[in-house]
């Protein structure tokens, strides 16, 4: 049983736990930072008028103490922080003075923010009475991650706080729930351990076209909104969860769902027979294989699109409405031609000639949400594509490879996971003539292979080769090469298969030297061998990546005998027999 507790807080201390990572948030039922300008500031200026504001909820967290986990107030208590780091300014336009504050002046110092000593600032009276402010915060003690889940679902069903969606999800927690947040964070591309330091949160948010809030996600490099299939603000009421569920339920319980809310409701419903259903199918049928199907038939959808909208294709008339319900429609249709009848496409060309204004070929509306009316628009969508798809066993490239929305993903979550992953542009030097495979590269690969292994025993990570840190690299690469980058967040997408080309070799060519310099190597065993079986190179839009999965390893890794190990994003060797034997302790 849960212990409740009252612990008023100032700003000043709670800046400090911020500062010492002593606040989390778990993504498990948590949204994103959703909070527009004009909402923080509101809340900024009743601080400084010394209104009062809302309570704020955390549990103490049992593998850390001291730190707690949020469990309401997330949007306050980041719009907090951020205003102290002068991400925004108060509505008569100051901002706050770093200078008068010693932490937050010690923490943009040490790079974490930076601020403009040029703009108008809150005077120091101002200051003062902000940071001695008193929070009203609760803290709950002993609590199981179901009462956690509890409170929440109980805090967000009074009022209009939550959409729909965010609702259902953080309503209940199981393994379709899940699916649906995974699934979610991947074509997002803000996927992530499911606990985050409070100060990570704004590198999986989504910024929104007039938001500019310096998050790290931008809506309109987001798949839904790229594609013209949701507008920006659908995202921040996670209609794009909703849309996945509709098509998940719809496929793993065997039969089309009602287009309702209703239907959906029944399905997060905790111990309803509805929901029941779609969990039994869903143990059966297998979460990562369903995933790994979903990915794929997305991708065949981009390939399909090229560089254009869905919506130009699909609609006869230019629209900026989002359709969500005509897009269910051709994602089951791929689904069933590609998966169920084990077809692959054979011309994309006539395939995005087949779906031209297809929209006025299938029923929309309300009279077309009937699972009746659904089977009939997939029905006709197939008929009208199939011409384009051939038989084919193509299994090996669905499961357990990286789809581009993985790739897509990994790229993002090493700016917040930087132990566990690294991105390389490639192996060949960025010069005009004379280029030869810099072996001193590979080597280094090989070492951070090594040490992203001896992260600890439940770390499982990620190499990329093909992917570019800076804008000046990236150009470079673009002017030698003569590609087309691919910006994806802060790197670029600059591909391997431009480094085939410059070596004269083919993309299979290129993959097996990487193979051979591998199975050749000085790595230790067993995790040369677990890193061989999960290499895999994905086309990327024609650019081509490379990826190396470095699989959770029971025991340290070395390479030539010697222990490497992961300083922040960089790659060290371990000096010393007691220093290696400290992290042997890891296993």
């Not at 805090?155 to 209940?172: A, F, H, W």
């Not at 699934?183 to 999986?204: K, Q, T, V, Y």
């Not at 080597?443 to 001896?454: D, H």
């Not at 790197?491 to 391997?496: D, L, M, W």
């Amino acid at each position: 049983m849960a212990d409740l507790n009252s612990q008023p807080m100032s700003i000043q201390s709670l800046y400090g736990l911020h500062n010492e990572n002593k606040l989390y948030v778990n993504r498990r039922y948590q949204r994103k930072l959703v909070w527009t300008a004009l909402e923080k500031q509101k809340l900024i200026e009743s601080i400084l008028k010394k209104y009062p504001i809302p309570a704020i909820l955390i549990a103490e967290r049992e593998e850390e103490s001291g730190s707690f986990e949020i469990i309401d107030g997330l949007q306050r208590l980041q719009a907090i922080i951020s205003f102290i780091e002068t991400a925004f300014s108060t509505l008569d336009e100051r901002y706050f003075d770093v200078t008068q504050f010693p932490t937050a002046k010690a923490r943009s110092e040490d790079g974490h923010f930076s601020f403009d000593a040029q703009t108008q600032k809150l005077t120091p009276k101002d200051i003062s009475s902000f940071l001695d402010y008193t929070l009203a915060i609760s803290v709950m003690r002993n609590a199981s991650n179901e009462e956690i889940d509890d409170v929440f679902d109980r805090i967000n069903t009074y009022g209009k706080r939550l959409s729909d969606q965010e609702r259902r999800q953080s309503g209940v927690q199981n393994d379709f729930s899940s699916l649906v947040r995974n699934l979610a964070c991947s074509l997002r591309g803000d996927e992530s351990e499911d606990i985050l330091l409070l100060n990570s949160m704004p590198s999986i948010s989504i910024d929104l076209p007039k938001s500019q809030h310096g998050y790290d996600v931008r809506s309109d490099e987001v798949f839904w909104v790229k594609k013209g299939i949701l507008r920006s603000t659908d995202l921040r009421d996670s209609m794009d969860e909703q849309c996945i569920a509709d098509i998940s339920a719809s496929i793993i319980g065997g039969q089309i769902i009602d287009r309702s809310k209703m239907a959906l409701d029944t399905i997060f419903q905790r111990g309803s027979a509805e929901s029941d259903r779609i969990l039994t199918a869903l143990d059966v049928y297998g979460a990562n294989k369903f995933m790994d199907e979903f990915k794929y038939c997305i991708d065949q959808i981009l390939k399909t699109c090229g560089q254009e909208k869905l919506s130009t294709i699909v609609f006869k008339k230019t629209t900026n409405n989002a359709f969500p319900s005509v897009f269910a429609i051709i994602m089951m249709a791929y689904y069933e031609l590609i998966i169920l009848e084990k077809k692959m496409v054979s011309d994309f060309d006539s395939l995005r000639a087949s779906l031209t204004d297809i929209a006025d070929r299938i029923q929309t509306g309300q009279k077309a949400t009937s699972p009746t009316e659904r089977r009939k628009n997939v029905d006709t969508v197939k008929g009208v594509i199939q011409s384009s798809f051939v038989k084919s066993d193509s299994t090996v490239k669905i499961y357990n490879n990286h789809s581009s929305c993985d790739i897509e993903t990994v790229i993002r979550r090493s700016e917040i996971e930087v132990s566990g992953y690294e991105l390389k542009q490639g192996i060949l030097p960025l010069i005009n003539s004379g280029r030869a495979i810099d072996s001193s590269v590979v080597e280094k690969i090989l070492k951070t292979i090594c040490a992203i292994a001896n992260n600890g025993p439940g770390n499982v990570g990620k190499i990329i080769i093909g992917v570019a840190d800076t804008d000046s690299d990236a150009s470079r690469i673009e002017s030698i090469d003569r590609i087309s980058p691919k910006k994806i967040g802060k790197k670029y997408v600059v591909g391997v298969s431009r480094e085939a080309v410059a070596l004269g070799w083919s993309t299979e060519e290129y993959f097996t030297y990487w193979k051979e310099s591998l199975k050749n190597s000085a790595l230790s065993e067993p995790l040369k061998s677990s890193v061989l079986s999960h290499m895999d190179y994905n086309d990327f839009f024609g650019l081509g990546v490379l990826v190396f999965t470095i699989p959770k390893q029971a025991e340290l890794s070395y390479f030539n005998d010697e222990v490497y190990c992961r300083n922040g994003d960089s790659t060290e060797l371990v000096d010393g027999h007691k220093k290696v034997a400290d992290l042997a302790k890891r296993f």
